[in-house]
């Protein structure tokens, strides 16, 4: 079957930077859709980022101009660049995949999903 593992959480003071990266296995086709989703203490978990099969992105407003999606399908691998990191945006991240071409942050939509990473950011 199909496994989704993220690695690249961590510690870091306020407007520090992090990348994510989620290596996905156990298929040989690129998903038309990818994504981060969080969810930070007592909150629902939220969309933050999600990019189609031809590299085209959307970001939740939260973290617009901040965090960069990106994927590399040779590598079955889907990246989070974040910069200028808030408090507000300690949580655990999670990745998510679906052959859905409907492409957007819903989590309904996403068949497939990592164990998550956790983000810790302290002012």
């Known amino acids: 079957g199909v496994q989704l593992v993220e690695s690249g959480g961590g510690s870091v003071k306020a407007g520090g930077s992090l990348r994510l990266s989620c290596v996905a296995s156990?298929?040989?086709?690129?998903?038309?859709?990818m994504g981060w989703f969080r969810q930070g203490p007592g909150k629902k978990r939220e969309g933050v980022a999600r990019?189609?099969?031809?590299?085209?992105?959307s970001y939740a407003d939260s973290v617009k101009g901040r965090f960069t999606v990106s994927r590399d399908n040779a590598k079955s691998t889907l990246y989070l660049h974040m910069n200028s990191l808030k408090p507000d945006d300690t949580a655990m991240y999670s990745c998510?995949?679906?052959?859905?071409?409907?492409?957007?942050?819903?989590?309904?939509?996403?068949?497939?999903w990592g164990q998550g990473t956790q983000v810790t950011v302290s002012s």
């Open positions: 998510a995949a679906t052959w859905n071409r409907r492409c957007v942050l819903v989590q309904a939509d996403f068949d497939y």
């Open positions: 156990g298929n040989t086709y690129s998903f038309a859709c």
């Open positions: 990019i189609d099969a031809a590299g085209s992105t």
